[in-house]
């Protein structure tokens, strides 16, 4: 009876973790439905941890309120892999972990990234900016590629890292004027001097040739990422292959589509339907299906 009990809060934990996605990440949401009913919601589990973190970095209260409770999230993660879970979120993540392999130190890795966005953010050049993207965003791919199941670990490992730095790029063009609201910018600084686009010039909101030649730059930059990142199709387990692929479509039409809109990024958000998620989604479960039955 009592395992039973345990499943059923399981099966209702997932389930959370489930909404939090679909709520709150429409692009990631419709990929993982690409995805195997186990691996999806390990896939949720990951997603709605991550989303945990974020909102208390986006949350109310001051920068030290928020390192504590960042502190405090840390020694939950840890309760939760030691078997003590105390939210349905952690008791999610911590199943999926142990199902998939996906180690803590990757999780603590993802608090870590939250941390860095605490302060105004500046970056004086690509590198820098770089090592940002792969504690935000590289981390993520590293836990989501050993739910996926992979090959060949360090070209998998590598290519999952520049498919991480290439989202990040394009979540950072496409949210420049809610990031500059809340006092952050990720463009490189020494790339907008060279445009001869100011920050001033960001926070107005303006829209000229100098700003379309610099979002050109930047666009270019996360394709050359993508394109690196792509190599991570053929290594993940085949079952997996679609959402992966979804996820690199979703993004590079995300980029396709300001470009279309001449880089104005202030006066819309630029996002895709849900008719669009759904073709693609569609059309990429149907595709894993047929590899699964071939055996490819």
Partial sequence: MTLRRDKNALDAAYAECQAITKREARNFY????????????AVYAAYAFSRLADDIADGAGGAEEKRAELASLRLRLSDAYAGR???????????????????ESLFQDVIGGVEMDLAPRRFEDFGALKRYCYHVASVVGLISIRIFGYRDEPPAEEAAVDFGIAMQLTNILRDLREDAERGRLYLPLDEMARHGYSEDDLRRGTVNE?????MAAQAARARRYFASGARLLPLVE????GCAEGLLRLYSRLLDRMESRGWD??????????????ALTCKLWTNAKLRRALGR
């Fill in 30 to 41: 419709y990929a993982f439905l690409a995805l195997p009913p186990r691996r999806r919601r």
């Fill in 265 to 278: 990024v202030f006066s819309r958000r630029a996002s895709l339907s849900t008719a669009e998620k759904l």
């Fill in 210 to 214: 100098e700003f379309r030649a610099l």
């Fill in 85 to 103: 879970p105390d939210c349905p979120v952690l008791a999610a993540l911590a199943d999926a972990a142990s199902a998939y392999g996906a180690p």
């Fill in 238 to 241: 085949a079952e997996s292959r």
